[in-house]
């Protein structure tokens, strides 16, 4: 999907999104060093997208620059992912009670059907399909609000939390507390418990914000 993306854009911009998504992903892990020469032979171009995509990743704080060693990926650090939790764990919650209120049949059935997704890629311990069903699932709720400032909202932060997203996923391994929390959550939407699905929604993030923080202290 996302080479599909990618296939008409400039040269620059490929090697930016390509090198981005890579980090995003974790395939390129936090604190790696950044090589120009090794990644520019990977990618076969020269090292001009390289410097530019680095110049740009610097700036969306996804790349840190040290004096005299180079470009490294940067590191999670607690304040980072507590700062973006917080926000997301905020915007999650009101989400989920105006998705309570406005909900219609067929958010349901798209929210149960990415829910089962979800559980046959964790008994496959696919974790990419994982991350992927887990982002369907919250843009569900999103979208399901019918509010398109807060939708905006979301798209905002949503690549900044995946990292932490990702992490949290490889750490937990089969995504068995994910899948009985989003359970949790789409019951108290369809029960159009507004508390309830509001309340859910914020202990879901800050579950993955204690996982994080652990899975760093134990690093």
Known sequence: ?????????????????????QILWGE???GQRLMEIQLGEKLGVS??????????????????????KGAYVAP????????????RAALESLAAGLAAQRTDTRDFLKLQLVITEYEFAAAEHNIDEMIQKDVEFHEIIFSATKNDRLIQMSQNIR????RYRIA????EGEGTIVLSE?????????????PLASDLAMQHINTQCD?????????
């Open 1 to 21: 999907m996302q080479d599909e993306k990618l296939e008409y854009q400039p040269l620059r911009d490929i090697v930016f999104q390509t090198i981005r998504n």
């Open 47 to 68: 090292r001009t997208p390289i410097r530019e995509a680095i110049r740009r990743l610097e700036l969306e704080g996804l790349i840190v620059m040290v004096p005299r």
């Open 159 to 162: 690549e900044q939390v995946l």
């Open 76 to 87: 999670f650090t607690r304040k980072d992912i507590q700062d973006v939790l917080e926000v």
């Open 168 to 171: 949290y996923l490889k750490y």
């Open 182 to 194: 989003h359970r949790k959550i789409l019951e108290a939407i369809q029960s159009h418990d507004v």
């Open 211 to 219: 996982a994080i923080l652990k899975y760093l202290s134990e690093k």
């Open 28 to 30: 390129l892990l936090p």
